[in-house]
């Protein structure tokens, strides 16, 4: 395909109550690209994801999927191509069980019957929660939560991956774990995440947000090795590029607190 | 107050019911035609909110007394009457099904004591008119806090009128009325201001929330004398054919038991279903002292005028005694028969 | 409900779903079929008359057979009945004032029409109560929902009872977190009135708000266009049928014969 999988022209949001969440978003995906968009609190990050999906109808410019570009019209063709994993997995997981919860997509997709059933358990395997399938989504961990999540839009087989913090409340196996999972997704990826090793480790191109404009985008590398970036976004080193602490090697941060 | 299936007679608890299940389908259809997908999340979810918002409590100033927010009203306010309606009716089923309040027949009842009234009584006639087109912080306050009193009073009288239908309860009507409406008075009035605050701080801090409610104001979009007459409606050829069915068939069950058993069932033959029917020919004559006092022994006395008093006397100590013994002897049986089966059943769990 | 009480009525919720995961073969056995012959007990046992008593005994037959057949704790059970209706019960104890014309006499004793009215109420309220909670012990909520749809019930009320059913969790502990951290800043009953609970309740409301809008924007993520598709599965067969039919004829038998009096008949030598 000669189309770039994602595509934002001068993207901007205001939310109803005034706020400007972005302000002029312009910059594309790659097919087969994996792209971290990083940023502070409130920076909006999630803002920017709810609209490569269309769940929020932008208020000025333009995004396109796969060349196509999005309007009331070509929703049902978006949605199907982009699958979004939510900040906030128990937003996610709306029915009575795992199982009816992975199946829910599939069956808005008109499957039924065989196909059902294969995609569901395939996307249960995928996520190794195949045993959690009866289970009620408020008896799940945390852990277990997020993943059941992703099985819930893996089922829809997008050809783009939108992930909203998909580390955010899982301890570090788990974390592994997920971070192994999405290395082996051969899906156009886009995560947003507070947590930069993950970014670091995953991703080769990242966009900084800020305030609701592109600070940055460019290799991963570079832009943590921009101290003054860093530091003007309110964003901090991963914790791999920081000194060690034990070893005696006073990192960056310690170095600044201890001349004040 | 929830109305409880023990206090319940087949014809008010079906007829009611009946009502409250029409409201229900009248309300689906009209909400999935709205075609507002958002607000099947939000129901539900709402529905949610007022179980934990229940869970919530507040000093009443004044009094050393707690009270907890109805909600009817609010959801109501923020999910016009049709969402509302199916929203109430959610939060009843699961506290019939899991907190043992009401119960399954008086689901019903509790449906249209607490739902409809709000929905579709107060919220058009009341609340409609007094809040006027235009928002207005004074015309908002009156209307939230009489519709709150009111909806309360009607909710009230609901309970009353159908407890007092179904005859199991002996309290007078006008006893129970009196004993009923003015604590009512009092929780209508802590709803409404209760109420009042929380709209006001919604309204603070997203206005655009009060707004799916209010675009509903717009006059022509809603057939509501259409739902209220076609309930009424409903209500009465339901509730005139069950009683139809229930004054025929009683009598022939007793004349069954009466033939098998010998005599007839320890119960005065004015009670539950011909209470009914005896409550709505007497309501009109002696309203206000009406109870369902009626003896055995004086329908039995009067079927034999001039029997001998001292036999008869006999006779029901004889037929007590047998009640009693009977009694026990069943319940020995059926606990007795309940420890067998889990003791059968026990030992093939376990090598299962 | 104060905060102990709310966390008691979550787990006593969780406590059932629990119950429902069990493998008998009750639990197994379609959930329509309970679903029909809890209704149809209720309605036996709310068609007896006023003063009704020993008549409605043998009712107690089905809670019994059903809890030990389901291997329900028979504790958990009792106690659950035991939480009947207060409304039922205050209005009950107004009949032994209103109705005082003796209706039976037990040796010295006379008992009142109000007392036997009464006690019908007890019994009546221990029978709905005891097979209501039974039922979701045996069946599970979500199980329910389904067997109500499947019987007619328009599908926006069961989606809407899955939705509660859902998120009453979440929200009792986020409203119950809420109002932990008024209560620690409270003093006495001053900081708890209404002045503090708009606020809170309003919050609570609008976090709510924002929690349907992000389940709809999954909804929506995952190709929901306004209509539900669900998964049927028809599992009423020959079982669910006896089971059905079998508990119906006897709830009519018994509602037909005041088995205890045929009995005390029978044992005490008394006819009349
Ligand atoms: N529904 C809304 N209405 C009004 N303002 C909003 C709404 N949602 C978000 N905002 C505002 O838009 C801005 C961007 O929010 P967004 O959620 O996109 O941030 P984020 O980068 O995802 O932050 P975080 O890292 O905390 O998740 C914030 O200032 C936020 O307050
Ligand atoms: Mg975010």
């Known amino acids: 395909m000669n189309h770039p999988a994602v595509e934002l022209c001068n993207l901007s949001h205001l939310y109803p109550d005034g706020t400007v969440a972005l302000r002029d978003i312009s910059f594309t995906v790659s097919q087969g690209e994996s792209v971290a968009i990083i940023g502070a609190n409130g920076a909006g990050k999630s803002t920017l994801l709810l609209h490569l999906n269309g769940v929020l109808a932008t208020t000025g410019g333009e995004v396109r999927i796969n060349g196509v570009q999005l309007a009331k019209g070509t929703l049902p063709y978006v949605r199907r191509s982009v699958g979004m994993v939510f900040q906030e997995p128990d937003d996610q997981l709306f029915m009575p069980t795992v199982h009816d919860d992975v199946a829910f997509g599939p069956l808005n997709l008109g499957l039924t019957g065989r196909e059902l059933e294969r995609r569901v358990q395939e996307s249960l395997h995928r996520v190794g929660i195949a045993h959690l399938r009866g289970k009620a989504p408020y008896n799940l961990s945390g852990g277990e939560k997020k993943r059941a999540a992703i099985a819930t839009v893996l089922a829809m087989a997008p050809e783009i991956l939108v992930m909203d913090e998909p580390t955010s409340g899982l301890d570090p196996h788990a974390r592994r774990q997920l971070v192994g999972l999405l290395r082996e997704f051969p899906h156009t990826r886009i995560f947003t995440s507070h947590d930069l090793d993950m970014v670091l480790e995953l991703c080769p191109r990242t966009i900084v947000l800020h305030e609701g404009v592109v600070a940055a985008d460019g290799p991963t590398e570079g832009i943590f090795r921009d101290d003054d970036l860093l530091a003007r976004c309110r964003l901090e080193k991963p914790f791999s590029m920081q000194g060690c602490p034990v070893c005696g090697k006073i990192n960056q941060r310690q170095g600044d607190m201890d001349q004040i | 107050m929830h109305m409880a299936d023990a206090l319940l007679s087949p014809v008010v608890g079906g007829t009611i019911w009946a009502v409250s299940a029409g409201s229900i389908a009248y309300c689906s259809k009209k909400v999935h035609r709205e075609l507002d997908d958002r607000k099947i999340p939000l129901m539900g979810v709402l529905a949610a909110f007022l179980f934990a918002a229940q869970t919530i409590n507040f000093t009443i100033p004044g009094t050393g007394s707690s009270g907890h927010l109805g909600g009817g009203l609010l959801l109501t306010l923020l999910l016009g009457p049709h969402a509302a309606f199916l929203a109430i009716a959610s939060v009843l089923v699961v506290q019939a099904l899991f907190f043992a309040d009401g119960g399954v027949l008086a689901l019903g009842c509790n449906i249209f004591n607490m739902g409809f009234i709000p929905a579709f009584i107060v919220y058009p006639f009341i609340y409609r008119n007094l809040r006027g087109k235009k928002l207005n912080q004074g015309r908002l306050t009156t209307a939230i806090i009489l519709s709150a009193l009111v909806g309360l009073q009607l909710g009230s009288l609901g309970v009353v009128l159908e407890t007092w239908f179904s005859g199991i309860s002996a309290l007078p009507f006008a006893t129970f009325l009196l004993l009923m409406q003015p604590i009512h008075l009092a929780i209508g009035a802590v709803e409404g201001i209760v109420t009042v605050a929380v709209v006001g701080f919604v309204y603070q801090a997203r206005p655009e929330i009060l707004r799916i409610a209010t675009e509903d104001l717009e006059p022509g979009r809603y057939p509501l004398r259409g739902i209220v007459v076609t309930f009424f409606v409903a209500a009465l050829l339901v509730g005139g054919g069950l009683s139809l069915f229930a004054s025929r068939n009683p009598d022939g069950l007793e004349w069954a038991i009466a033939r098998v058993a010998g005599s007839s069932e320890l119960k005065a033959p004015g009670g539950g279903i011909h209470g009914f029917l005896a409550a709505l020919q007497g309501r009109t004559a002696v309203m206000p002292d009406y109870s369902f006092r009626r003896p055995a022994g004086l329908t039995a006395a009067g079927l034999k005028p001039g029997g001998d008093r001292k036999k008869e006397e006999v006779e029901r100590l004889g037929t007590a005694a047998a009640g009693l013994a009977g009694t026990l002897l069943t319940l020995a049986l059926v606990f007795g028969s309940g420890l067998i089966l889990k003791r059968r059943y026990q030992p093939a769990e376990l090598s299962s | ?272």
């Open chain 3, 1 to 272: 409900m104060k905060i102990a009480s709310i966390h008691g009525a979550l787990l006593d919720f969780r406590r059932m779903e629990l119950l429902a995961g069990g493998g008998t073969a009750l639990h197994r056995l379609d959930p329509r079929a309970k679903l029909l012959v809890t209704l149809f007990f209720i309605g036996t046992v709310v068609s007896y008359g006023k003063y009704a008593v020993t008549g409605m005994i043998p009712l107690v037959i089905f809670p019994v057979v059903m809890a030990s057949l389901g291997e329900l704790p028979p504790g958990y059970i009792a106690r659950k009945i035991a939480l009947l209706s207060p409304f039922a019960l205050v209005v009950g104890l107004f009949n032994p004032l209103f109705d005082r014309t003796v209706l039976i006499h037990l040796g010295p004793l006379g008992i009142s029409g109000g007392w036997i009215s009464f006690s019908s109420i007890l019994i009546r309220s221990i029978l709905t109560v005891g097979a209501a909670t039974i039922l979701v012990a045996l069946t599970g909520f979500p199980a329910i929902c389904r067997a109500l749809e499947q019987l007619g019930t328009p599908r926006l009320l069961t989606v809407q009872l899955s939705f509660l059913h859902r998120y009453l969790f979440v929200l009792i502990e986020e409203g119950g977190r809420l109002s932990r951290g008024r209560e620690l800043r409270a003093f006495g009953n001053r900081g708890l009135g209404i002045g503090s609970f708009a606020p809170l309740i309003g919050n609570l409301l609008l976090r709510t708000w924002g929690r349907a809008e992000r389940i709809h924007a999954a909804m929506l993520a995952r190709g929901f266009t306004g209509e539900f598709h669900l998964r049927r599965e028809s599992r009423f067969g020959g079982r669910e049928l006896l089971f059905t039919v079998g508990w119906s004829i006897a709830f009519v038998a018994l509602r037909f014969w005041n088995l205890p009096q045929l009995l005390g008949r029978v044992v005490t030598g008394i006819t009349s």
